[in-house]
């Protein structure tokens, strides 16, 4: 932000407590006497949040260098919880050291794609510093959108009326704000931004505007002209499986059930996803191979779902079009004899070549639960899902043996 002319607290990050220490003691004689140490975790409400280790708080005010040094020794090395990021939370594995600035006034902003107006959206509020979802449901009219096209970009009168609503009506702040929007605007447009949201925009006592706090989303479809930035990409703050999926070219989200999806597109893998809802059970995933898979990729992808442990059972649904019903079978052939699978799989084929799908798996001698209907399959998967998980909590074993 500071590279685009947005005004930040002076900071820096720090790796290690002696590090933090260093960076406090460089801010004091510059005549800082007030600190934050913030734990650089990708989740909301880290403020709130609590490490494993029972420190709680993932954001602390120091008023002394020496409260910086524990302070981040209590954070770094240990995961957060937050309300983002589940119960096993993420690792900490770097805080932020910046100076306090005492605000007389917190506001919100963000600049995001609205898909309504198709086009890119300025929105603002004059109550930052909280949590702005909640903000919207219980006191929407504090929410004000400012809509313009990319081409154009906003026009001055509408950022004066935005910064005037988000609290700051006066001539100097107003025009602080309108071009700290600008500055962050460029900033959006020329890096691929999705999303620059900015909780709070701080006032400090002098009545300078400060970017305190914020969240950036990047295209990643343009991550060949933003190397830059996609080079302080932390993938211990993401989902290891989606990290692993990305590696093996496979459309992959992780989710919080126990089933496991693999199809091919997009659409009928959100389809897959809600009859498995309808019919009482939690996909674990979404995957799409797409039309050009190989053999790999779909050994890949089951080996992505034989290793997640969240996943009891496996749902295969292909609609050979573009995607042959034989290399899907060829795929979870490799993979239950080269991987050791040993998940219970649930198989839908339909289309190209399905036929020569059927005969190499029935002469395989995997045993695998096979059907034409889909919604004979979730209803399969569901019921093998719901067994393997009441073995679980019973602590039974149920050994789903793939070769006979």
């Known amino acids: 932000m500071a590279k685009y002319g947005v005004p930040v607290a002076k900071g820096q990050a720090a790796t290690s407590a002696k590090e933090a220490l260093d960076v406090a003691k460089g801010m004091s004689a510059q005549g800082v006497k007030d600190y934050v140490v913030k734990a650089q975790v990708l989740a909301g409400g880290r403020g709130k949040g609590t490490f494993l280790n029972g420190f709680k708080g993932g954001v602390h005010l120091c008023s002394e260098v020496d409260e910086v040094e524990v302070m981040a020794s209590k954070m770094l090395g240990q995961r957060l919880v937050t309300k983002q990021t589940g119960p096993t939370g993420k690792p900490c594995n770097k805080v932020l050291v910046t100076e306090r600035l005492f605000l007389r006034k917190e506001a919100y902003f963000a600049i995001l794609m609205d898909r309504e107006s198709g086009g890119p959206v300025m929105v603002g509020s004059s109550e930052g510093g909280m949590d702005i979802e909640a903000v919207a449901a219980e006191s929407p009219d504090a929410i004000h959108n400012l809509t ?126 809600d009859v498995i809802k309808l019919n009482g059970g939690d996909p674990a995933n979404f995957l799409d191979l797409g039309g050009g898979a190989n053999v790999e990729q779909v050994t890949s992808a089951f080996k992505l779902l034989n290793d997640d442990a969240n996943v009891e059972a496996i749902l295969v649904n292909i609609f050979g079009g573009i995607m042959r019903c034989d290399i899907i079978a060829l795929g979870i052939i490799k993979a239950a004899t080269e991987l050791g699978l040993q998940k219970p799989i649930v198989i839908r084929l339909a289309g190209t070549r399905v036929e020569d799908a059927r005969q190499l798996i029935d002469e395989s001698g995997l045993r695998m639960l096979t059907t034409d209907d889909l919604q004979e399959a979730a209803q399969r998967v569901v019921r093998v899902a719901e067994i393997q998980k009441l073995a679980k909590e019973a602590h039974l074993s149920v050994k789903f043996d793939l070769p006979l």
């Open 148 to 273: 313009f096209s990319l081409d154009d970009g906003p026009n001055d009168a509408g950022l004066k009326d935005l910064a005037a609503k988000m609290g700051f009506p006066g001539e100097d702040e107003n025009a602080q704000c309108v071009s700290i929007m600008k500055n962050l605007y460029e900033l959006f447009d020329t890096t691929d931004a999705t999303l620059i949201e900015v909780n709070p925009l701080g006032q400090a006592h002098d009545g300078t505007l400060y970017c305190l706090d914020a969240k950036l989303n990047f295209d990643d479809n343009a991550a060949y002209r933003n190397k830059e930035i996609f080079e302080l990409r932390d993938e211990t703050q993401e989902d290891p499986r989606e990290v692993e999926a990305e590696k093996q070219n496979l459309n992959y989200i992780g989710l919080d059930g126990n089933i496991g999806c693999l199809v091919n597109g997009a659409g009928l893998a959100m389809a897959t996803m």
